[in-house]
């Protein structure tokens, strides 16, 4: 995507746009993010870029509509990043016909405000064997997602496709959000997408150290302990791990780059 235009860029969704996974104490909501990422990039080359991101963890796509959508297209955006359904995808009941056809709705309206529409695909996260029959309703998720993209003419960025995130460092410690190694190749995909000059590069990760059966035991054991736990109580109770929180850029805004905040600005390495 190449524009003459002041790029106006907003990020609408859930945990995956917010950054959970990337933490930094020093930003809104304690992390950072691949949108984050991606504005800094635009901004180094287009320096008249504005920024919101509206993302927050634990919604669903109903929520998202709701909450984020008309706030975004009041700010008249070039660009918006559109990523929904994870959260309905791993609920115990499940209407995809509804949430497909509420997906469409969200991107009609997106395209028909003019600006350029950026999708994602889900990723099959390596959660655990238990939770393997959420691999179908991905997969079917998907494939209207990209039915829907190719029939709207928005960019996509086929996650489920990219190999790297087979690797367990891309991800947190939860196994849910990518690791600040995944939000950055993520970043690196978003621009390429988008046609963007750039200079992320690829994570350098050396080779996995093997795991005896007892360590894998001992991970999973603290896994359910320390976030299956907390997040099957949230669903009990009907509450979120959002609640509390806001929008962590809730407004366009000039990018700050990250070397002014005194962040370190090269690739996260392992």
């Given at each position: 995507m190449t524009t003459h235009v002041a790029l106006r860029f907003v990020a609408v969704g859930d945990s995956f746009t917010e950054g959970v996974g990337d933490a930094d104490l020093r930003l809104p909501n304690d992390c950072r993010g691949w949108a984050d990422r991606v504005a800094e990039e635009l901004a180094r080359h287009q320096p008249r870029t504005q920024y919101a991101n509206l993302?927050?963890?634990?919604?669903?796509?109903?929520?998202?509509?709701?909450?984020?959508?008309?706030?975004?297209?009041?700010?008249?955006?070039?660009?918006?990043?559109?990523?929904?359904?994870?959260?309905?995808?791993?609920?115990?009941?499940?209407?995809?016909?509804?949430?497909?056809?509420?997906?469409?709705?969200?991107?009609?309206?997106?395209?028909?405000?003019?600006?350029h529409v950026l999708l994602f695909t889900e990723y099959n996260v390596p959660l655990s064997p238990v939770l393997e029959p959420f691999k179908l309703r991905t997969a079917v998720f998907n494939k209207h997602i990209r039915r829907i993209s190719a029939a709207y003419g928005t960019l996509l960025v086929d996650h489920w496709c990219f190999e790297k995130y087979q690797d367990r460092r891309m991800w947190a410690p939860d196994r849910l959000h990518m690791s600040g190694i995944g939000h950055e190749y993520m970043a690196k995909k978003v621009l390429e997408v988008l046609g963007a000059t750039h200079s992320l590069g690829s994570p350098v990760l050396g080779a996995l150290q093997p795991r005896s059966r007892a360590e894998i035991v001992a991970d999973d054991a603290a896994w359910l302990r320390r976030d299956v736990a907390p997040w099957l109580s949230r669903r009990f109770r009907g509450v979120s791990s959002g609640d509390h929180l806001s929008a962590r850029w809730p407004a366009l805004m000039p990018v700050v780059l990250p070397e002014r905040l005194g962040m370190s600005a090269q690739p996260v390495r392992l």
């Open positions: 993302a927050l963890r634990g919604l669903r796509l109903k929520q998202i509509v709701e909450k984020q959508l008309n706030p975004a297209l009041r700010m008249a955006p070039t660009l918006v990043s559109f990523h929904a359904g994870g959260n309905d995808l791993l609920g115990a009941r499940l209407d995809m016909r509804s949430l497909i056809g509420r997906f469409e709705d969200a991107v009609a309206r997106i395209a028909e405000s003019g600006a």
